[in-house]
C-alpha cells in the first residue's frame, strides 16, 4: 500500500510498504476513504511533541473515515463493507481510569504491553490507504454523512468534550477564544446546548465563519482590550458563566480567567508549546472559578456523530480545502502555511 512515512523529524516520504496485519490488538482493518489533516500532525512531523512518535519509521493521521475490510475472530461489532469513522484512543481497559469510562486518560498510556494504543499518535495511523486498528476505537456514522463529514466526527468529538466539561447550562453567557477548527465546533456546541449568548474571539477573517456558523458576536483576538469588550456584553459587565478556551497560548489562559464570572467554568482544550507559570491562581481561587483541561474525548465519538448527522454540528463549512491522497505534499503545505484561509484540509483516497 502507499503510506506516508516519517524517518525522523522533518525527514518523511510517500512510500510503498506492506499492508497492515491483524493482530490480538488491532483487530480490524479498514480501507481508508478520507483523512484531515489536524494541527497536531505537523508538530509530529516536525518532532516537536515528545513522545509522538516513539519510534522511527512511522505513520501519522488520526482524523479518518473509511470501509472495513477484514475483522479478526473476536470482533462482534463490524464486518466488512460497514462504513466507519475513528477516535484516537483505545485504553487498556483494565486501569482506574478505563474502568471509570476515561479511557482518554488510560494510566497505562504509551505502554503497548498492556493494550493501549493512541492512533496516529503512538501506533500507525491513517495517512495510508489501509489500517489496523482496535476494533472498540470505531464507530458507525449516518447515511447522511459524507466521508469527508465523517474524517471531521473526532475532532467534533474532542471539541465536545472540551464544550461539555464547560458544564454550559441554557441561557449561560459563553465566551470560545480561538475561531480554528475545535473553537468554531465549540461554539456551534455552546448554542446547540441552550447557551443565551456566544461570543467568538478569534481572528477577523475566521469571525466571519463563526458569525455564520452561529456566534451572536464576535471580537478579533488582536484588539488590545478583548477581555472588557466580553465583559461589556455580558449582564452587568459580571463576565461570562463559561469560556472555553480553544488557542493555547499563555495570552488567552490568563483572558479565560479574566473574562469569566464568579462561580464561573473555563474549560481548556488548547494546550501552551511550553510550561508557564503566568495563571492567575489567586483569581482562580477567590472568585471559585472552575479550571479545566479537556484532553482529547472519551465516550463522545456516537454523540458527535448524531450532532453532524442531525445537522446540529455543521463539520462541512470548516473543509477549505480537498485533494488526492496522491498530492500530500500540496495538501500539507497548504494546512501547514494556512493558505488560502485554510482551515481542514481533507484527502481523498
Same mark, same amino acid.
Given at each position: 500500500?502507499?503510506?506516508?512515512?516519517?524517518?525522523?523529524?522533518?525527514?518523511?516520504?510517500?512510500?510503498?510498504?506492506?499492508?497492515?496485519?491483524?493482530?490480538?490488538?488491532?483487530?480490524?482493518?479498514?480501507?481508508?476513504?478520507?483523512?484531515?489533516?489536524?494541527?497536531?500532525?505537523?508538530?509530529?512531523?516536525?518532532?516537536?511533541?515528545?513522545?509522538?512518535?516513539?519510534?522511527?519509521?512511522?505513520?501519522?493521521?488520526?482524523?479518518?473515515?473509511?470501509?472495513?475490510?477484514?475483522?479478526?475472530?473476536?470482533?462482534?461489532?463490524?464486518?466488512?463493507?460497514?462504513?466507519?469513522?475513528?477516535?484516537?484512543?483505545?485504553?487498556?481497559?483494565?486501569?482506574?481510569?478505563?474502568?471509570?469510562?476515561?479511557?482518554?486518560?488510560?494510566?497505562?498510556?504509551?505502554?503497548?504491553?498492556?493494550?493501549?494504543?493512541?492512533?496516529?499518535?503512538?501506533?500507525?495511523?491513517?495517512?495510508?490507504?489501509?489500517?489496523?486498528?482496535?476494533?472498540?476505537?470505531?464507530?458507525?456514522?449516518?447515511?447522511?454523512?459524507?466521508?469527508?463529514?465523517?474524517?471531521?466526527?473526532?475532532?467534533? $468529538?474532542?471539541?465536545?468534550?472540551? &464544550?461539555? /466539561?464547560?458544564?454550559?447550562?441554557?441561557?449561560? *453567557? @459563553?465566551?470560545?477564544?480561538? =475561531?480554528?477548527?475545535?473553537?468554531?465546533?465549540?461554539?456551534?456546541?455552546?448554542?446547540?446546548?441552550?447557551?443565551?449568548?456566544?461570543?467568538?474571539?478569534?481572528?477577523?477573517?475566521?469571525?466571519?465563519?463563526?458569525?455564520?456558523?452561529?456566534?451572536?458576536?464576535?471580537?478579533?483576538?488582536?484588539?488590545?482590550?478583548?477581555?472588557?469588550?466580553?465583559?461589556?456584553?455580558?449582564?452587568?459587565?459580571?463576565?461570562?458563566?463559561?469560556?472555553?478556551?480553544?488557542?493555547?497560548?499563555?495570552?488567552?489562559?490568563?483572558?479565560?480567567?479574566?473574562?469569566?464570572?464568579?462561580?464561573?467554568?473555563?474549560?481548556?482544550?488548547?494546550?501552551?508549546?511550553?510550561?508557564?507559570?503566568?495563571?492567575?491562581?489567586?483569581?482562580?481561587?477567590?472568585?471559585?472559578?472552575?479550571?479545566?483541561?479537556?484532553?482529547?474525548? $472519551?465516550?463522545?465519538?456516537?454523540? &458527535?456523530? /448524531?450532532?453532524?448527522?442531525?445537522?446540529?454540528? *455543521? @463539520?462541512?463549512?470548516?473543509? =477549505?480545502?480537498?485533494?488526492?491522497?496522491?498530492?500530500?505534499?500540496?495538501?500539507?503545505?497548504?494546512?501547514?502555511?494556512?493558505?488560502?484561509?485554510?482551515?481542514?484540509?481533507?484527502?481523498?483516497?
Amino acid at each position: 500500500m502507499k503510506a506516508i512515512v516519517l524517518h525522523g523529524p522533518d525527514n518523511w516520504s510517500m512510500e510503498t510498504i506492506d499492508s497492515p496485519e491483524i493482530d490480538d490488538v488491532e483487530n480490524v482493518i479498514c480501507k481508508v476513504k478520507a483523512a484531515s489533516i489536524c494541527g497536531t500532525d505537523p508538530k509530529i512531523f516536525d518532532g516537536h511533541v515528545d513522545g509522538w512518535p516513539p519510534e522511527y519509521p512511522f505513520t501519522p493521521g488520526h482524523e479518518w473515515s473509511g470501509t472495513v475490510v477484514e475483522v479478526g475472530e473476536d470482533v462482534g461489532r463490524f464486518e466488512p463493507g460497514d462504513e466507519v469513522f475513528g477516535e484516537t484512543h483505545s485504553g487498556c481497559g483494565f486501569c482506574e481510569m478505563c474502568r471509570r469510562g476515561r479511557y482518554n486518560l488510560c494510566d497505562n498510556y504509551g505502554d503497548f504491553s498492556t493494550g493501549h494504543r493512541q492512533i496516529g499518535h503512538t501506533m500507525d495511523g491513517a495517512f495510508a490507504e489501509y489500517i489496523s486498528v482496535p476494533a472498540d476505537a470505531l464507530y458507525e456514522f449516518g447515511e447522511n454523512t459524507s466521508w469527508e463529514e465523517a474524517s471531521l466526527l473526532d475532532v467534533n $468529538a474532542i471539541a465536545l468534550q472540551c &464544550s461539555v /466539561r464547560g458544564n454550559i447550562q441554557p441561557g449561560d *453567557d @459563553v465566551a470560545v477564544i480561538g =475561531t480554528g477548527t475545535v473553537g468554531l465546533l465549540c461554539l456551534q456546541h455552546a448554542k446547540a446546548m441552550g447557551a443565551g449568548q456566544v461570543i467568538g474571539i478569534g481572528s477577523p477573517a475566521r469571525n466571519k465563519l463563526a458569525e455564520k456558523l452561529g456566534a451572536d458576536h464576535t471580537i478579533s483576538y488582536k484588539d488590545d482590550n478583548v477581555v472588557e469588550q466580553v465583559r461589556e456584553l455580558t449582564r452587568n459587565n459580571v463576565g461570562v458563566d463559561v469560556t472555553l478556551e480553544a488557542a493555547g497560548n499563555e495570552t488567552t489562559f490568563r483572558q479565560s480567567v479574566d473574562m469569566t464570572r464568579k462561580g464561573g467554568t473555563v474549560s481548556l482544550d488548547g494546550i501552551p508549546k511550553d510550561d508557564f507559570q503566568a495563571i492567575q491562581v489567586g483569581e482562580i481561587v477567590k472568585q471559585e472559578i472552575d479550571f479545566r483541561g479537556a484532553r482529547a474525548h $472519551a465516550n463522545k465519538a456516537e454523540p &458527535s456523530a /448524531r450532532m453532524v448527522e442531525n445537522r446540529q454540528t *455543521d @463539520v462541512e463549512a470548516l473543509i =477549505t480545502h480537498q485533494f488526492d491522497f496522491e498530492e500530500f505534499e500540496e495538501a500539507f503545505d497548504t494546512f501547514d502555511h494556512r493558505k488560502d484561509g485554510a482551515i481542514k484540509v481533507v484527502l481523498n483516497f
